[in-house]
């Protein structure tokens, strides 16, 4: 057992970084539902209040990433390493920031109707949160480490999916381009949404390790 571990196990553990995280957690599945349901409606007037309603919840993301690295300046035993936490923290409030950044040029880019691959992924995006909100309350215990292990191959396995339907997005968006515009500004807005999936991807990583050398 390293120093660092039997120090966790000796003293008092400071949960309220579990509390922390998963309140980020739950922040960005929120902005994930939202994000899904409003471009759904496929009505650029609801666009928006979409990026409004958003910006409240990339701030809410901001708050918490702020409080838990102050929170680390001033612990000195954490209940999962340093390195680990701050990784999660960055790496949730990131997906809040990818879908932000896709709201804020579907207003920048006049964006009226969209194509069918963005809604696919992101589908995929909720589901995905849906899954990281369950690995990290999963780290409080860490009881149940099979179950752990699917739910990390589930992300793999939805991020994969994006990733593809990425691809076919672009292929599509290239094949007969009309409007050299509109195929930039797609292009864009394909790359922004995927890379959220991707930073899920990083966070069930992340869990992975931590929960391998805390067995």
Known sequence: MSLNALMRWLKPREMVFFDLLEAATANAYQAAQLFDREIRSNDPARFAELRRQMKDLEHIGDDFTHEIID?????????????????????????????????????????????????????????????????????????????????IRRVHTLET?????????????????????????????????????????????VVGSTVMRNA
């Open 161 to 205: 999916k994006a990733d593809s339907i990425y691809h076919a997005g672009l292929a599509q968006i290239f094949e007969n381009p009309t409007d050299p515009i509109a195929l930039i500004k797609w292009k864009e807005l394909l790359e922004q949404i995927e890379e959220a999936t991707d930073k899920i991807e990083l966070v069930a990583k």
């Open 71 to 151: 929170r680390l300046n001033q612990t000195f035993v954490t209940p999962l390493e340093r390195e680990d936490i701050m990784a999660l923290a960055h790496a949730i409030d990131d997906v809040v920031d990818k879908i932000h950044a896709v709201c804020e040029r579907l207003i920048l880019y006049r964006i009226g109707s969209v194509m069918p691959a963005f809604t696919e992924i992101s589908s995929i995006i909720v589901e995905s949160a849906g899954e990281m909100l369950f690995l990290i309350r999963s780290l409080r215990t860490m009881s149940n480490q099979k179950e752990i292990r699917d739910r």
